[in-house]
């Protein structure tokens, strides 16, 4: 399987920032998350009864603290597996 690079684009402001629109602007609340490269970034996944979602990553940096970028975001997210599978978180 050969991979491509594809250019990026992403939105990112303070971290404090976008969490108060995704709060207050979407109603989104933070349902899942994970560490990535060691620690280096955390994942998180927000989402607001299944309405509306945003997957997002955090990073601190020297210059600029606190970070979070928009790395994706839609409607109508569904559990897949788990007690209830189809059932919007």
């Known amino acids: 399987m050969e991979f491509h690079h594809a250019p990026a684009s992403f939105l990112c402001t303070t971290k404090d920032h976008f ?10 609340v933070p349902i899942m998350q994970g560490i990535v490269g060691n620690g ?18 955090s990073v601190v940096t020297p210059d600029h603290g606190a970070l979070m970028c928009l790395i994706a975001s839609g409607t ?11 059932v919007p978180l």
């Open 40 to 57: 280096k970034a955390m994942f998180e996944l927000w989402a607001n009864n299944g309405e509306s979602w945003s997957a997002t990553l």
């Open 76 to 86: 109508d997210l569904i559990k897949i597996i788990g007690e209830t599978p189809g």
């Open 19 to 28: 969490v108060e629109v995704l709060r207050g602007q979407h109603g989104e």
